[in-house]
Each structure stands twice: as structure tokens, then as C-alpha cells.
């Protein structure tokens, strides 16, 4: 039975973790024609919730995804998206990355499949569309997301995966937004065999998928993490791991190859090593970024780009073969998802709290009630 009611937390405005308000009286969606109304199992948190949050996609923000600015929000009153749609509409349930089953179907869309478990893709857009790009929305976002009981969104989202399957709910949820953005990602800068892959933020939650996607296809990598860190993310794959800490990465990345250069950089971190990445890259190499935890604004030499006939890569809304692609990576045992934490989504401030402080390896997991509401928790 689904209830009127459900446990979510709405976000009522840009700014700090005051701004993040669990409530057990939102109504439940409804699905609309070619839509499932999903019973939300786990929920995955990123940065991009924490960076919606704050507003720190407005141009106008300059610093890094700090602890501090994490917790307290960059001052930002409007255009808290920046680049990618301007301003979101409050209250907003956020959550990209939901796994649940289905339980309701709109119109147009098969009963049969009420009650299949599903990992969902968090972009929508219509296929059909030659604009898709620029018309794509984001669960969480332009729609309620996983940060709730119930979310509804398009049938073609959810994805079925087999109850057999090896992994729980909550380490399916890491796929949508950290598992997409890393296959995205190596899509986009032509990821083969052969590579020699320089990952930095390689202990977070996409950092850890890109190196399983990179050895899955057979490149080597080498990985930037702190040193603590070291030890779990060569378990996770990594052939070679630089020190966060190192004052000069450039030498230490070249020590670790033999002194061979790399042909692709995924780079999650942006900041003031910006240039000295760069550096590493082979003529013809590739570089592809989804994220600029050390700060948004570098220095580019466009010498180095036009002389060493680089390409750059930036990426945010998937390809349509993106999800496909990391599914079949999935099934084919090429991806053991890392759950740091997982906490009840009533606790959503404190995890994002202790995700902020980046002591963790891979991603952390929110877990909705399981039970429908009492009528006195609806009041």
C-alpha cells in the first residue's frame, strides 16, 4: 500500500546545512503518463548535493567545496547553478543517485513492472530530442530526487538489475551520480586499452570508479590520494599512488611510470595544480574534468594546449550510452561499489558534515524509512 504521505527532506534555499529540513508530511507524487513512482531503498550522496546546496555553481564563487563553505553555505542568494540552468525551485527534494523498486506505474507504462528492483539514471531528457544536451534535467535538481521515501521520474530511467544480483541497495546507490560521472567521464576522452590514466581525488566516490573503469579497460593508473588513503585505493585497482601531499606531483607521478608521460588525465580537483597536470600529458594526450574540489579557477598556458595538440573535455549531462556502458561493467564484475557510511536520511546534516571532511574512501549512502509513516509522524 502507498501511503499520502512520506519522510523527505526538503531544501529550502541556497546556503549552509540550516537550509536541509527532514519532514514527514510531504505528499507522495503521483507518476504521470510513461512515468514509476519508485519506493526509494538508498539514496548516494556527492558533492553535487552539497554544491546545489551552497550555490557554489554561481560564477561568482571562486573558492574550492571547503569544509567551511560546505557547512555554511557561499553567501549566494540567486543562480546558484551558474552555467548549468540558473536557479533551482524551492523547496527541492535533492538525491541523484536512487536505487528502491517500483511501485506504481502512469500511464503507458507496463504493471508488470511494479515491484522491480531499479538503479536510476539521473538525468532526464527525451531521446528523441536532436537538443537532448541542452534540454537535459537532473534528478534532485530540476526534479525531486532520492532524498525521500517515494520519487517518481521516467520509466526509461529506471533500470532493472536482478534481485540475484551481488551487491546491496546501498551499493547500487553509488552508481548513478559517482559511477556515471567517472564512465561519462572516460567516454568522453576516448578511454582504450593501453592508456596510462592519471586520476586525481582518487579516493572519492568517482575517483574509485574511475579507476575500476580505467583497469576494466585496460589502462594503467596511477592515482592521487592522500597517504592515509594510500593502501585502499590500490585495493581498489590503482597500479601507482602519488601522495596528496607531495610538494611537486610531477615528479612524483613520473617516478611511479618509469618516467613515462600520460596519455589521459581525469581530474576531479582542478585548483592550483591545474598546470602542473598538464605538464604530464603527452602530445595528442587528453584531459576530461567533472569537478573542482581545489578551486574553479586556474591558469592555462594556451601554449600548452595548442602546442602539445591537447583535448579537454568537460562533463556533466551523460551520453545516452553512458548508463548502458556502466551497467554492463557492473553485470560483467568489473565494479566492487565502496560504501564509506551509511546513515538513516533523518541524519542527512550530520552526513554531510562527515562527508565534508573527507576522511572517508568512496561514497556515503542515506537510507530512507523503510515503513510507511504512522498517521501521528504525518502531523
Keep these: ?24 508530511d510531504v505528499p507522495v507524487p503521483q507518476p504521470g503518463p510513461g512515468e514509476v513512482l519508485v519506493r ?10 552539497i554544491n546545489t546546496r551552497t550555490g557554489w555553481y554561481n560564477a561568482g564563487v ?40 517500483i511501485a ?10 511494479i515491484g ?42 529506471a533500470v532493472t538489475v536482478a ?31 593501453g592508456d596510462v590514466v592519471l586520476v586525481t581525488g582518487a579516493s572519492g566516490g568517482v575517483g574509485t570508479f574511475l579507476i575500476q573503469i580505467a583497469k576494466h579497460y585496460g589502462a594503467e593508473v596511477a592515482a592521487v590520494c592522500s597517504a592515509s588513503k594510500a593502501d585502499e585505493v590500490r585495493a581498489i585497482g590503482a597500479d601507482h599512488v602519488i601522495g596528496r601531499a607531495a610538494a611537486d606531483h610531477a615528479s612524483a607521478a613520473l617516478a611511479a611510470t618509469g618516467g ?40 592555462l598556458d594556451l601554449r600548452t594546449l595548442y602546442l602539445k595538440n591537447l583535448s579537454f573535455f568537460g562533463s556533466t549531462a551523460y551520453l545516452q550510452e553512458t548508463f548502458p556502458r556502466l551497467m554492463e561493467i557492473l553485470h560483467a564484475g568489473g565494479l566492487k561499489p565502496a560504501v564509506a557510511a551509511a546513515r538513516p536520511l533523518s541524519e542527512i546534516a550530520a552526513a554531510q558534515e562527515a562527508f565534508l571532511q573527507k576522511h572517508h574512501v568512496g561514497s556515503m549512502v542515506l537510507i530512507p524509512p523503510q515503513q510507511a509513516l504512522a498517521q501521528e509522524d504525518r502531523t
Design 116 to 157: 522491480e528492483r531499479v538503479v536510476c539514471a539521473p538525468y532526464l531528457y527525451d531521446p528523441e530530442d536532436p537538443e537532448w544536451l541542452e534540454n537535459a534535467g537532473f534528478l534532485g535538481s530540476e526534479y525531486d530526487g532520492a532524498f525521500a521515501q517515494f520519487t517518481r521520474l521516467p520509466a526509461r530511467n
Design 62 to 101: 571562486g573558492d574550492g567545496t571547503t569544509e567551511a563553505g560546505g557547512q555554511a553555505g557561499f553567501g549566494v542568494d540567486e543562480g546558484g547553478m551558474g552555467d548549468w540552468a540558473g536557479d533551482i525551485r524551492f523547496p527541492r527534494i535533492q538525491g541523484a543517485d536512487c536505487v528502491g523498486c
Design 163 to 193: 534481485d540475484d544480483l551481488p551487491f546491496t541497495d546501498a551499493q547500487l546507490a553509488t552508481l548513478p551520480c559517482s559511477g556515471g560521472t567517472a564512465m561519462n567521464m572516460m567516454l568522453m576522452a576516448g578511454l582504450k586499452a
Design 260 to 299: 613515462r608521460k600520460f596519455t589521459l588525465i581525469a581530474d576531479v580537483v582542478g585548483g592550483e595544480r591545474f598546470a602542473e597536470y598538464l605538464s604530464l600529458l603527452k602530445r595528442g594526450g587528453r584531459y576530461v574534468t567533472a569537478g573542482a574540489i581545489a578551486g574553479p579557477n586556474v591558469t
Design 40 to 49: 526509494v531503498t538508498a539514496a548516494g550522496m556527492n558533492n553535487t548535493d
Design 1 to 24: 500500500m502507498i501511503p499520502d504521505k512520506m519522510a523527505a527532506v526538503h531544501l529550502t534555499g541556497y546556503g549552509g546545512l540550516e537550509c536541509l529540513h527532514y519532514r514527514t
Design 104 to 113: 506504481a506505474v502512469g500511464q503507458g507504462v507496463d504493471p508488470a513492472r
